[in-house]
Nanobody
Framework: QVQLVESGGGLVQAGGSLRLSCAAS????????MGWYRQAPGKQRELVTS???????NYADSVKGRFTISRDNAKNTVSLHMNSLKPEDTAVYYC??????????????WGQGTQVTVSS
């Protein structure tokens, strides 16, 4: 089995910074894209940012210039550095990864979610 375990998050004032981390463990042959999604109360889960195994990144317009995603392929980890946080960034943040458990088997995995709350 594969697990994604998140850490970080919490309460921060507007304009502050937070760092989220996610570590994948278990039966991993390779990891393709990794990313972060978020879900605010009453809203659908949305993609915040993603990064390929080669390091190409993609950001939602709402976080461009403020958030930075990075990954360590040797450690199977992905991090999200969030700067200039706004109250509208408040949400549960979920780590996501497309993981090959063998040459032929590929699955999408989710972390348990971590709360980020930005006070005004």
């Amino acid at each position: 089995q594969v697990q994604l375990v998140e850490s970080g998050g919490g309460l921060v004032q507007a304009g502050g910074s937070l760092r989220l981390s996610c570590a994948a463990s278990g039966r991993i042959f390779s990891i393709n894209a990794m990313g972060w999604y978020r879900q605010a109360p009453g809203k659908q889960r949305e993609l915040v940012t993603s990064i390929t195994s080669g390091g190409s990144t993609n950001y939602a317009d709402s976080v461009k210039g403020r958030f930075t995603i990075s990954r360590d392929n040797a450690k199977n980890t992905v991090s999200l550095h969030m700067n200039s946080l706004k109250p509208e960034d408040t949400a549960v943040y979920y780590c996501n990864a497309e993981i090959q458990t063998s040459l032929l088997d590929r699955y999408n995995y989710w972390g348990q979610g971590t709360q980020v709350t930005v006070s005004s």
